[in-house]
Structure formats: C-alpha cells, structure tokens
C-alpha cells in the first residue's frame, strides 16, 4: 500500500513532442505528490509539486495532472526540448512523516 | 552558494572495512536525509534526521548507522559494508514545513564493495 508504481520504464520522443510519465498510488492517505529531476551525474532536483485539492498544476512546458478518484497523477512536458532529456521520478507522502516514498524512475530522451 | 556537499564522491572498498560517507548543508535546514539509488527500484531511504540527536528508520536501514550531533552535517557510517551495499548514495536536506518541501540533494556518492 506504500507503493508508487510509475511507468514507463524509459521513454523515447521527437523534439517538439509531448512526454506523458504516469504514477499510480495505493495508499489514500497521501497528499503530496512531487516530481523530480535527475541528469546524469547529479541529484535529483524537484521540478514541479501538487496537492490533492487541485486537479492540475502548471509550470511553463511542464503540468502535472492528478485524478483523485483513480489515484493516479501523471507528468505532461510539452514541445520536448533535448535539454529535457533525464530520469524522471514521481514520489508521494503524507505531510504527517515526511518520507517521500518513490516511483522507479523514467528515463527520457528526447531525440533531435 | 546553497548547497549539500558529499565526500568522497567515489568510494572503492572491500568487504568488512568500515567507512563514513559525510554530508554536510548550509542552509539550516532542519530535516536531512540519506538515500540510494539502484537501476529499477527508484530512491529508497535509509535513515532521515528531523533535527539535531534526532534519528528515524528509512525503509532500508539494515547496515547502516547515521548521526546528527551539529545541524548541518549528517554522515552515514557502514560498519561492515558488504557487496549488496555497492549503490548510488544521496544525501538530502529540507525546511519540510513549508510547500513545496524541497529536498535538495547532494550530487551522490557512488560506492563499490568487493
């Protein structure tokens, strides 16, 4: 129940294009999705963060989507750039512990 | 310039031969944490640190032993590293009372026990 499953496992787009990653969760007592972002040869660095009380979160080319009901949220990059090329991890948490609990990871690479 | 600092940044040991992994953050940030990162299962944590002698249990612990005794250094100590240890190590730091509680991470040390 503690899980986050995120997928897919590695991702190939056109520049230009829409990169979707997609997370599911189990545990109803998360509130706090974040996304981060990871180079390689680096830590990964948050990108963008929702909370359950907003259905969508917007940050230039990057939104998050979350959808309560299905206890999923995904991470929508829009006109993909080759700099946006990197691993990708979805986490959830409830405020009340402040353990992030993971997704597995996507890569992406954007192609030129 | 704010930032998580980690030392060494490689680390080649052998079994059995203690080591200490230092992590240390200038922003005064009250919660630190330590993770590793293997191929397919994400970041895992191993122990976290709301505030200084305070220490919690991650989801990996077994291993590992950490402590808080100033508020910007957080080492993690392998006692007796064994190969199932050879990973990608982050070290990590937050306000985390304030959204949206950004963990900023240290670049990683990765470490290989033979």
């Known amino acids: 129940q503690q899980q986050v499953k995120q997928s897919p496992q590695s991702l190939i787009v056109q520049k230009g294009g829409i990169s979707i990653i997609n997370c599911a969760y189990e545990?109803?007592?998360?509130?706090?999705f974040p996304w981060y972002q990871q180079f390689p040869g680096k830590g990964p660095a948050l990108l963008i963060a929702i909370r359950p009380d907003v259905s969508e979160k917007k940050e230039g080319r990057f939104t998050i989507s979350f959808n309560k009901s299905a206890k999923q949220f995904s991470l929508h990059i829009m006109d993909s750039q080759p700099g946006d090329s990197a691993t990708y991890f979805c986490a959830a948490s409830m405020d009340s512990n402040y353990q992030l609990i993971w997704g597995a990871g996507t890569k992406l690479i954007i192609k030129p | 310039e704010a930032q998580v600092t980690q030392n060494p940044r490689y680390l080649i040991t052998v079994t059995g031969k203690k080591l200490t992994v230092t992590c240390s953050q200038n922003m005064n940030h009250e919660y630190m944490s330590w993770y590793r990162q293997d191929p397919g299962l994400g970041l895992r944590q191993i122990y976290y640190?709301?505030?200084?002698?305070?220490?919690d249990k991650g989801d990996v612990p077994e291993g590992y032993k950490v402590s808080r005794k100033e508020k910007r250094n957080f080492p993690l100590i392998l006692e007796s590293p064994s190969p199932n240890q050879t990973s990608l190590y982050f070290c990590?730091?937050?306000?985390?009372?304030?959204?949206?509680?950004?963990?900023?991470f240290g670049p990683g040390t990765r470490l290989t026990v033979t």
């Open positions: 640190s709301m505030n200084v002698e305070v220490t």
């Open positions: 990590a730091s937050s306000l985390s009372n304030i959204f949206p509680y950004e963990q900023y």
């Open positions: 545990n109803t007592a998360f509130d706090y």
